[in-house]
């Protein structure tokens, strides 16, 4: 007897790439990607975000390139980048710009070959004055060499000016309001990744 039932079929995994520019543990973008691996675990299904710790890599260095290799470390990253299906960048910005961590890291990565290309990108900040603004437009403009594609909306720029709510003394979000906004561009990215395949 057939079965009458309708089953829903599972949602592909996709996995994101979370990158910090910050290297402080109580980084209030690092609590960005806490924050967003714990959406996806709880509301997400289908999405899956690794935090990708870039403080061990070396300074971009040619010399330290051998034979079309990488020194191990390096490659381990780049690896961890290529196997990503999208990518998420949260950081603050220092003097109107992107961290140097943060750069380093998309250098090493950009790299012949290049293993950003071709993936989806969005991007979350809490910085001092205008909330990353100018970090997070640097980071397009770098990602249109890089063949990377952000999604426009929606933003999230966070101000990291005392007196606020938004994070505790961690760097973690307690704010309901910018976890339902983090919530809505994970969607966003999930939705504009499965576009692109």
Request: hydrophobic letters at 40%.
């Amino acid at each position: 007897m057939a079965s009458n039932s309708i089953t829903t079929p599972t949602p592909a995994l996709l996995k994101v790439a979370a990158l910090c520019g910050s290297l402080r543990r109580a980084s209030r973008n690092r609590g960005l990607i806490r924050c967003a691996i714990e959406i996806c675990n709880e509301s997400i299904p289908g999405l899956k975000v690794e935090f990708i710790d870039i403080e061990p890599l070396p300074f971009v260095n040619t010399d330290l390139e051998k034979d079309g290799t990488y020194p191990p470390v390096v490659e381990a990253f780049r690896q961890k980048i290529l196997e990503a299906d999208c990518i998420l960048f949260a950081s603050p910005e220092y003097n109107y710009s992107v961290p140097a961590p943060l750069k380093n890291a998309i250098d090493w990565a950009s790299r012949p070959p290049n293993v950003w290309a071709d993936k989806a990108a969005a991007i979350v900040s809490s910085a001092g004055g205008s909330g990353g603004q100018r970090s997070q437009y640097h980071i397009r403009q770098i990602g249109v060499f890089l063949d990377l594609h952000f999604i426009n909306k929606p933003e999230l720029f966070i101000p990291a000016k005392p007196p606020q709510s938004f994070f505790d003394n961690d760097g973690n979000v307690i704010d309901p309001d910018i976890k339902e906004r983090l919530k809505k561009i994970l969607l966003s990215l999930q939705a504009f990744t499965l576009r692109l395949r």
